[in-house]
C-alpha cells in the first residue's frame, strides 16, 4: 500500500523577501484570479513571511506552516465571509488573517495588535474566538443549523485537527451532524499525526491506517477505467463492485468508521496539493449534507528547523533567529520545569505516584517524568473531562494520580472533579499550570477562573505556591492527601527569587510583620500565589503613608485557614490581593470566613474584574485592571483615611496604565526560545 504522494515545498519557501503577489492579496477572492503556478508561489511566499514575522513576535508557527495550501483552497473554494470558514483552536488561523487582509504582524499577540487566534473584532471573517480545542464542530453544527431554518444557501466547513478529535465534544457533534444527512456541512480533518506533540489513541491508530492505505476511490477509478475497457463483462462487473462499495471500502482503507456514522468521507487528501485540495473541497460542498475532507499535512513545512525539532515541530515559540531557529534569549527557571524536577524526585520516593497530561506533555512539564517513568504517565488526548474520571478511577485503584493541566482547561473538567473525584473522596492532585494572568494569548487562556469555580466542591483544597520553594512544598504536602482532591496552582513564565517567611501563624506564613511596638496594625494584607513580591510592596508603599501592615501568604487558600479571623480582628483593615476574577475567590471566601467568625472587620478583595482580558503582556493588563503595588496602594490609603476620617487622598482611575509596579515578577520564558513566553495550544 502507497502513502499519499506529497508535492515537493517550493524552491525558496522560507527564503528571500519576495512577497509580489502576497502584497497584493486584500481579501479572499483576490486568489480567484491567480494561477496555479502562482497559487504555488503565493503559497512560498506566505512562508517566507511567517518565518519572517514570527521569529520576530513569537508565535504558533509549524501549525501555520502546515496548513498554507490548505487555507488557500478553503478561501478559493468557500465565500467567507458568507459561508463561515472555522478553525479549530485558531492557533492555524495566521494564513487565513494573510488571506483577509490582514498582514501587519508586526504586534503579533501584543497590545494593540493581531491576536494569535481569531478575533471578531479584527475581521468579519473571523468566527470562533475560543481557543480551546475540539469546540468546533459543535459550532459548525449549530450554524448549519441556523441556515437550514433561515433557509439560505450559506455554505459551513469547519477544520478540526486530528489532535482535537481525541476530544469528546467533537464526537458528541459528530453524532449529531450525522443524524442530519441534508444537512450541508463540511467537515476538514487536518491530519498531522499531532495535537501539540504526536497524537496518541485509537483514533489516531485509525488515521495512521488511512493515512498508510491506498484510497478506495483512487482503487475504484483505476478499475473503472480498466474494466470499462474490457468487453461484454467489464460494465456489469464495475457496477457489482460499485455496489458492494461498503465492504470494499472497509477492506482497502477502513474508513467505515466515519461511513457508519453517516458521514460521506473524502481522502486521504495530500494537503499541500492545492489542486487536489480545491477538487474534493468543491465535490463536498456540492453534497447535499456531511461530507469529511481528509487532508494530510506537515507541521513546520518548509522550514528545516521545524522539521527537525522532533518535540512539537517549533508549535509555539519565542523570538528566534530566522535561519537557524535557535532562540534569541531565555529566561530564567519556571514555574513548569520547577514542578518536573519535583515530580521526578516524587517519582523515585513513591511508586504510586503516577502523571495524567491531556496532550500536553511537555508544555505542563511532565516529559522528565514520562523518560523516567514511561509506564506511569498517561496522556489522554485533548479530553480532560476523561482525565479527571481516570483519575479518579486510578486513586480508587491504590495509586495517587497527579493530573497537569493548564489552569484554563481545568474548567471543562468542573463536573468530573465535583462529582467524579471529590464525591467519591478519591486522592487526586490537579497540577494547574499557567495560573491566572497569562497576557499574550487573550481571553481564553487566562487562568482566571480556578479558585473561583473550585470554591464550591467540598473537600477540595487548593495550595497557591509563591515562589519556587513552596511549589515543592506544597506539592509534597499535595500528594500526601488521599481522602480529597487537592490542587496546586501557579502563574506563567519565570519563577523569581524566594520570597522568605518571618513567621508562622496557624498554616500561614508571615511574609512581613508591622513595626514593633505597633499595638494594633493598621492593614492585614493576604497575599495569594506569585502575587507575593507586589504585596510587600504594598506595604512598603503603605509604610510611607504611616500606615502599619502585617503581610500573610495563606498557603492553602481553600479552606481558610482557622487562624484567619482571629488575626484579621487584630487589625483594621483586611485587603486580599489574587491573581483570579474577584467574583466567588480567595477574596470572597476570606469575608464569609470572617462574618462567619463573627468579626467585624472592614475588607476590600483585588483580583481581576469579571470581564474577559484582551491580548498584552501580563504586565500590561495587570495596570489596566488596576492590579498593580501603586493601585492597590492608593486605594488602602483612602479606605483607612475614610475609616479614621480624614480627607481622602485622590485615587487613580484603575484603567490608567501609567502605574510602574513590579507586579510582574513571575513574568518569564517558558517555551522555546522566549524571553515573552510562547502559549502552547494542541489541534
Known amino acids: 500500500m502507497q502513502e499519499v504522494p506529497r508535492k515537493a515545498c517550493p524552491a525558496g519557501a522560507v527564503a528571500g523577501d519576495g512577497r509580489a503577489l502576497l502584497s497584493r492579496i486584500k481579501g479572499p477572492r483576490d486568489l480567484d484570479r491567480l494561477s496555479s503556478e502562482q497559487?504555488?508561489?503565493?503559497?512560498?511566499?506566505?512562508?517566507?513571511?511567517?518565518?519572517?514575522?514570527?521569529?520576530?513576535?513569537?508565535?504558533?508557527?509549524?501549525?501555520?506552516?502546515?496548513?498554507?495550501?490548505?487555507?488557500?483552497?478553503?478561501?478559493?473554494?468557500?465565500?467567507?465571509?458568507?459561508?463561515?470558514?472555522?478553525?479549530?483552536?485558531?492557533?492555524?488561523?495566521?494564513?487565513?488573517?494573510?488571506?483577509?487582509?490582514?498582514?501587519?504582524?508586526?504586534?503579533?499577540?501584543?497590545?494593540?495588535?493581531?491576536?494569535?487566534?481569531?478575533s471578531r473584532a479584527e475581521s468579519e471573517h473571523d468566527v470562533i474566538e475560543n481557543s480551546h480545542a475540539s469546540?468546533?464542530?459543535?459550532?459548525?453544527?449549530?450554524?448549519?443549523?441556523?441556515?437550514?431554518?433561515?433557509?439560505?444557501?450559506?455554505?459551513?466547513?469547519?477544520?478540526?485537527?486530528?489532535?482535537?478529535?481525541?476530544?469528546?465534544?467533537?464526537?458528541?457533534?459528530?453524532?449529531?451532524?450525522?443524524?442530519?444527512?441534508?444537512?450541508p456541512l463540511v467537515i476538514v480533518v487536518n491530519d498531522n499525526e499531532r495535537s501539540y506533540a504526536p497524537t496518541i489513541g485509537g483514533l489516531a491508530n485509525h488515521l495512521a491506517t488511512l493515512r498508510t492505505t491506498d484510497g478506495y476511490e483512487r482503487f475504484l477509478a483505476r478499475g473503472k477505467d480498466l474494466l470499462e475497457r474490457t468487453p461484454v463483462v467489464g460494465k456489469p462487473l464495475y457496477e457489482t463492485l460499485h455496489g458492494a462499495k461498503k465492504g470494499l471500502k472497509d477492506f482497502i482503507a477502513p474508513q467505515g468508521m466515519f461511513e457508519d456514522l453517516g458521514l460521506k468521507y473524502v481522502g486521504p487528501i495530500d494537503g499541500h496539493d492545492i489542486e487536489a485540495l480545491e477538487s474534493a473541497l468543491t465535490r463536498a460542498k456540492r453534497f447535499g449534507g456531511p461530507v469529511i475532507v481528509h487532508c494530510l499535512t506537515e507541521k513546520g513545512r518548509g522550514y528545516q528547523p521545524a522539521l527537525q525539532d522532533e518535540a512539537d515541530r517549533f508549535h509555539a515559540v519565542g523570538k528566534i533567529h530566522p535561519d537557524t531557529g535557535l532562540p534569541i534569549s531565555s529566561g530564567g527557571k519556571d514555574w513548569t520545569s520547577v514542578f518536573g524536577d519535583e515530580m521526578v524526585e516524587l517519582g523515585k520516593e513513591r511508586k504510586d505516584i503516577v502523571a495524567i497530561t491531556a496532550a500536553m506533555l511537555q508544555p505542563v512539564g511532565l516529559d522528565k517524568f514520562a523518560k523516567a517513568f514511561p509506564d506511569r504517565v498517561f496522556d489522554v488526548g485533548i479530553a480532560e473531562q476523561h482525565g479527571a474520571v481516570s483519575a479518579a478511577g486510578m486513586a480508587t485503584g491504590g495509586l495517587h494520580p497527579v493530573f497537569a493541566v493548564y489552569a484554563t482547561f481545568l474548567n471543562r473538567a468542573f463536573d468530573q472533579v465535583l462529582m467524579d473525584v471529590a464525591l467519591h473522596k478519591c486522592g487526586v492532585t490537579f497540577v494547574l499550570d499557567r495560573a491566572g494572568i497569562t497576557g499574550t494569548d487573550g481571553a481564553s487562556h487566562n487562568g482566571m477562573w480556578d479558585m473561583s469555580i473550585l470554591q464550591v466542591v467540598p473537600g477540595l483544597r487548593i495550595a497557591a505556591p509563591r515562589d519556587a520553594d513552596q511549589v515543592r512544598a506544597q506539592l509534597r504536602e499535595a500528594v500526601e492527601v488521599d481522602d480529597a482532591p487537592t490542587v496546586v496552582r501557579y502563574s506563567k513564565g519565570a519563577v523569581g527569587p524566594a520570597v522568605e517567611a518571618v513567621g508562622r501563624i496557624g498554616g500561614m506564613d508571615v511574609l512581613r510583620e508591622p513595626a514593633e511596638g505597633v499595638t494594633r496594625p493598621d492593614v492585614l494584607l493576604v497575599s495569594v500565589g506569585a502575587l507575593a513580591p507586589m504585596c510587600l510592596e504594598i506595604a512598603d508603599l503603605l509604610d510611607k503613608q504611616g500606615i502599619s501592615t502585617t503581610v500573610v501568604d495563606p498557603r492553602w487558600v481553600k479552606p481558610v485557614d482557622a487562624a484567619l479571623p482571629g488575626l484579621a480582628a487584630k487589625h483594621r483593615v483586611v485587603v486580599t490581593v489574587e491573581d483570579n476574577v474577584r467574583s466567588g475567590g480567595v477574596g470572597s471566601a476570606v469575608a464569609q470566613a470572617l462574618r462567619d467568625a463573627g468579626v467585624d472587620v472592614p475588607l476590600r478583595d483585588f483580583g481581576i474584574p469579571e470581564q474577559f482580558l484582551d491580548h498584552a503582556s501580563r504586565k500590561e493588563v495587570m495596570a489596566e485592571i488596576g492590579l498593580t503595588a501603586p493601585d492597590i496602594a492608593r486605594q488602602v490609603t483612602g479606605l483607612v483615611s475614610k475609616i479614621d476620617g480624614l480627607p481622602q487622598p485622590a485615587l487613580r482611575s484603575t484603567g490608567d496604565t501609567s502605574a510602574e509596579s513590579t507586579a510582574d515578577a513571575s513574568e518569564g520564558a517558558c517555551a522555546k526560545g522566549a524571553a515573552e513566553p510562547a502559549e502552547a495550544t494542541r489541534d
Open 135 to 183: 469546540t468546533v464542530l459543535g459550532w459548525a453544527e449549530g450554524i448549519a443549523k441556523a441556515n437550514e431554518v433561515r433557509g439560505c444557501d450559506d455554505r459551513v466547513a469547519a477544520v478540526i485537527g486530528d489532535g482535537a478529535l481525541t476530544g469528546g465534544m467533537a464526537w458528541e457533534a459528530l453524532n449529531n451532524i450525522a443524524a442530519a444527512k441534508d444537512r
Open 39 to 118: 497559487l504555488e508561489q503565493l503559497a512560498g511566499e506566505i512562508r517566507t513571511f511567517l518565518v519572517d514575522e514570527v521569529s520576530k513576535t513569537g508565535g504558533h508557527l509549524g501549525p501555520n506552516l502546515g496548513v498554507v495550501e490548505l487555507t488557500i483552497a478553503l478561501h478559493r473554494v468557500f465565500d467567507s465571509p458568507k459561508d463561515k470558514v472555522l478553525f479549530d483552536t485558531g492557533h492555524q488561523s495566521y494564513v487565513h488573517k494573510l488571506l483577509t487582509g490582514r498582514q501587519d504582524f508586526s504586534k503579533l499577540k501584543a497590545k494593540g495588535g493581531l491576536s494569535g487566534y481569531p
